[in-house]
């Protein structure tokens, strides 16, 4: 199986990296004797032998010829644009302001989650993002993020 | 008598009254807006409460704490995000039982379970404070090592069908609580160098973006909803033969609240998981549990309603807050001018009794605000699919903001989000990942502590007594569940291969 | 009826004089809300203390004074909100030693030197103690016991990278004690083991056990100030036992550098009277906090030393390079 051994190889380059960074961790006279790179170098051990469970039972599963349907990569495409819209929002917020940034995003996301264009969609938006923005504001009292552009 | 009486003319001669209403109306709306934790919902209020006489303001505050733990369970159950760290585990079933069309009846349950929760902590709180806060006291580090590693035995049963890929979510989520300052030397660790992991990651974090992210990310890819079941768009109770079987699931969240509430820094998530764990392995439908179980929505539901009273326990009787809310609320008895602790009860015995009073009050607030808000918030999902996505992804990336103002955690929330996709993609498991990222922690320091404490030697575990009898029961309950999965495999045998 | 109409004669002088002070004796302040920004969560100690301490400020000063609770980076996001914000005297930061600690020992963007210090207006004095069941009666029992037993002494720290962990490392070092120093997650945990006797003796502020002191759950070992507190006049400074360990835990402002020279002096001004009135000092004492006042000149003095101070045991104890 694909999945499988996809994820059995991101297990043990993520154990790796993991310990390599448990590794360089600084030594404190202050640590005990488990030390802060402890419990960091089990657990990256037990990733890398879990992971390795895995890629064997991939691999006996593909000797005996079963094969997975693998959906299309479209699905996946679509999804990672839902995720650059939140990083897009990440980016404008601290330079917009919050505000009109959560009404661009709502707007964003929905016309992309396939609502029709139109007045509609921009009056939903734009009342909604008010409301959040009155309630983090306004009723919580939470600095939200300010532009720098005005 | 005399307290009732007390509290009575407490109640009677304060604002005490419209306070816990006041208290839980905003409690559930903070509770239930991702981010806004209980305690932050309940400092908000602090300054407001200067002006107020004494019983009223601890009233107030406590009726928040009640509002907000229930409140988290509103968006679990309806979106998939956790509105508080405790309801993470209401998700799960929660969220089934709603993509099954009972919404209406998932969110009646939460209530009902919360309700009896709430009244049962309360009569905890009201009745044995004295005795569970020498419980508390026996609580040592190789005891809360013990009650970790009770709370890890079952990730195992957590993980649906792998139980390879259960234990590498477990081991990702102890990777994730090993991120910030180490519990010992106070280096940090894993932080590179940005100040802002260095308090660790906050569980909430992980948690909306494994489940609220990666659902929004799914969403988005396929067709507009397989319409939820139009009949089940009120909020529905259960039924005679339903309550019979929640009982149980019930009473574990019962006694697991009442020890979480009591052991500082437990509180009302580990309380939620243990309970929904252990009303699994003890439920006469496991198999259930994942998706749509109610029993699975009673139990944590349930467990961290019992915590907001008996949270109160270490506070009221040794003036120690176990929890950040705790700690609030000494703020607002310390703003006043009182003290905690056994002194309150003798010196201004109208705010100790006046404060389980309105506890009481608070309770039965929640239930009646309860009935009113929830059929509108069935009605509130139901929108178009592309709106709600927009609104429930605006509110994450809101939420999650208000919690330390911090974009980074921002950033984090969507990271989360895209370690959830791959894993459902995977299929890995969540709920071992939640689990290790929640006791993580706990389970390290306390490792570390205790053999800080006994120069090194492990029998430190074996030692203290409750430290044994949690251990043996976690190898108990383990040897029992992998026991009955053998007999339910060999049961199953022939019938799926 | 006299004495009734001398009363209020009396009062209305008072009421006139203090209209009359802002106006004589200090310049209005040039800003009309002022905010306060603190790295403590709402509700916690340090942010009960400033909400507490702007209720005396405000009419002193004649500003409206705002609490902004910047959480997050153990205190980073905090200084930096303020050495970003404009040196007008609009906004400052309420400091601990929590800012030189959180900047020594992860380096963000803007650390405590980024700030310029004002003020220093209290001394959170640090007490060791211990249940009361406890055989030990002084810091140098616990000390000597730990000396004559060495790697049994079990001694609580409230957090890992704290003043106070610091401290009881020092003491060990000092000492040849080799006791066992544990650190917590925060405090409350650290007295349950206080409490049942896991851990011999703690270290924390007074006011965090003023609880479990009050029901005489614990006693007072000895105090790591430079002399007695007020609040104990019998309870003897570490340094009086024997022992050289003092550990300064300050509270003060902190504003973007450069600030105008006249609001620096409205601040010089107005702290000293806030610490003389009478309803703030029964605040103040209640919460067992010392009033030490220092100027801007002061203070960056002690924010200097307290930070070459630490920079050095961090160094010793090996967790900075």
């Known amino acids: 199986m694909i999945k499988d051994l996809g994820c059995g190889v991101a297990g043990l380059a993520l154990a790796a990296a993991y310990y390599f960074l448990a590794d360089e961790l600084p030594r404190s006279l202050l640590a005990d004797p488990t030390g802060a790179d402890g419990l960091p170098k089990v657990l990256a051990v037990m990733l890398g032998g879990l992971s390795l469970l895995v890629i064997i039972g991939a691999l006996r599963r593909r000797a005996s010829a079963y094969q997975a349907p693998e959906e299309g990569w479209l699905k996946h495409l679509r999804s990672a644009g839902m995720l650059g819209l939140g990083v897009a929002y990440l980016v404008l917020v601290g330079w917009l302001g919050y505000l009109p940034t959560i009404v661009l995003f709502i707007l964003a996301v929905a016309l992309y989650a396939g609502t029709r264009p139109g007045w509609r969609p921009v009056a939903i938006s734009a009342v909604g993002g008010v409301l959040l923005w009155f309630t983090f504001t306004r009723l919580f009292n939470i600095p939200m993020p300010a532009g720098t552009l005005f | 008598m005399d307290e009732i009486a007390i509290a009575w003319k407490a109640l009677t001669t304060t604002w005490a009254i419209p306070a816990a209403f006041g208290g839980v109306i905003w409690g559930i709306f903070g509770g239930a807006l991702p981010g806004i934790s209980p305690s932050i919902a309940m400092a908000l209020l602090l300054p407001f409460t200067y002006g107020l006489d004494p019983v009223t303001s601890v009233v107030l505050l406590g009726s928040v704490y009640v509002g907000a733990e229930y409140g988290g369970s509103i968006p679990a159950i309806l979106i998939r995000t956790p509105g508080t760290n405790a309801s993470a585990a209401t998700t799960i079933d929660g969220y089934e039982m709603n993509k099954r069309g009972q919404a209406g009846l998932a969110l009646g349950i939460s209530l009902s379970a919360g309700f009896v929760g709430g009244l049962f902590g309360l009569m905890m709180l009201v009745l044995m404070t004295e005795w569970l806060a020498r419980v508390a006291l026996l609580f040592t580090p ?253 509110l994450v990336v809101s939420g999650v903001f208000s919690i330390d103002q911090s974009l980074v955690d921002v950033g984090l929330v969507l990271l989360a989000g895209v370690v959830g996709y791959f894993m459902r993609w995977a299929e890995i498991p969540f709920l071992p990942m939640v689990l290790g990222v929640v006791l993580g922690y706990m389970v390290e320091s306390n490792f570390r502590r205790s053999l800080q404490l006994s120069n090194g030697e492990l029998m430190v575990f074996l030692e203290d007594p409750v430290s044994l009898g949690l251990l043996l029961c976690a190898a108990a309950l383990v040897t029992y569940s992998l026991m009955r999965e053998r007999r339910n495999k060999k049961a199953e045998t022939g019938v799926t291969p | 009826m006299f004495s009734q109409t001398k009363t209020t004669i009396i009062g209305l002088a008072t009421l006139l004089s203090l209209a009359a002070l802002p106006a004589d004796a200090q310049p209005k302040y040039p800003h009309a809300t002022v905010t306060m920004v603190t790295h403590s969560s709402p509700g916690s100690g340090s942010d009960v203390f400033l909400r507490e301490m702007i209720k005396y400020l405000g009419p002193e000063m004649g500003v409206n004074f705002v609490v902004e609770n910047v959480r997050g980076g153990g205190g980073a996001g905090a200084v930096a909100r303020v050495a970003k914000g404009p040196a007008d005297g609009s906004i400052f930061y309420a400091t601990t030693p929590t800012y030189i600690q959180t900047t020594l020992l992860s380096k963000p963007e803007f650390g405590y030197d980024a700030l310029d210090p004002i003020v220093t207006v209290f001394y959170d004095p640090e007490v060791i103690y211990t249940r009361t069941q406890s055989p030990y009666r002084s810091l140098s029992d616990a000390v000597n016991f730990a000396k004559q037993n060495p790697g049994k002494g079990k001694w609580g720290a409230a957090s890992p990278g704290s003043l106070e962990r610091i401290a009881l ?80 835990k300050f509270r003060g402002l902190a504003g973007p550098k450069n600030l105008p020279a006249n609001v620096v002096a409205a601040w010089e001004t107005a702290m000293p009277r806030i610490l003389a009135n009478p309803a703030y000092k029964k605040y103040y004492e209640g919460e067992n906090l010392v009033p030490v006042f220092k100027g801007q000149k002061d203070s960056r003095e002690l924010t200097t030393a307290f930070a070459a101070d630490t920079t050095k045991s961090l160094r010793e104890l090996g967790v900075i390079k």
């Open chain 2, 142 to 394: 190789p005891a809360y090592f013990a009650l970790g590693v009770l709370g890890c035995s079952v990730v195992a049963g957590l993980s649906g069908g792998s139980v390879v890929k259960g234990w590498i979510a477990g081991v990702l989520g102890f990777m994730v609580a090993t991120i910030g300052t180490d519990p010992v030397s106070g280096v940090p660790r894993f932080t590179f160098g940005s100040p802002d992991l260095l308090g660790g990651i906050r569980p909430i974090l992980i948690m909306v973006g494994l489940f609220a992210v990666s659902e929004i990310l799914i969403q988005v890819r396929e067709p507009p909803w397989d319409k939820a079941d139009a009949r089940d768009t009120r909020l529905r109770f259960p039924d005679l033969k339903l309550w019979k079987r929640l009982a149980l699931p019930q009473a574990i969240g019962g006694v697991v609240g009442t020890i979480e509430g009591l052991t500082p820094g437990g509180g009302g998530t580990i309380a939620a998981f243990l309970a929904y764990n252990e009303s699994k392995r003890w439920s006469k439908y496991p198999e259930e549990f994942g998706h749509g179980s109610p029993e699975g929505v009673a139990a944590p539901e349930s467990a961290n309603n019992v915590v907001t009273a008996t949270a109160l326990i270490p506070l009221l009787s040794l003036g120690i807050p176990g929890s950040n809310s705790a700690a609030i609320l000494l703020g607002g008895l310390l703003i006043h001018g009182l003290s905690p602790g056994p002194l309150l009860f003798e010196r201004n015995p109208d705010v100790a009794y006046g404060l389980y009073a309105g506890l009481f009050v608070a309770n039965i607030a929640m239930f009646l605000i309860g009935l009113v808000i929830l059929t509108p918030c069935i009605w509130l999902v139901n929108r178009p699919k592309p709106y709600l996505l927009a609104f429930i992804f605006a």
């Open chain 3, 169 to 248: 490392e020092t003491l060990n070092r000092m000492t040849g004690a080799r006791a066992a120093v544990v650190p917590h997650d925060g405090g409350g945990d650290m007295i349950i083991n206080i409490l049942n006797g896991t851990l011999d003796i703690g270290v924390g502020e007074l006011q965090e056990i003023s609880t479990q002191l009050q029901t005489d759950k614990v006693k007072l070992l000895g105090v790591l100030t430079e002399t007695r507190i007020s609040q104990h006049p019998n309870l003897p400074t570490a340094k009086e036992q024997g022992i050289n360990l003092v550990v300064t």
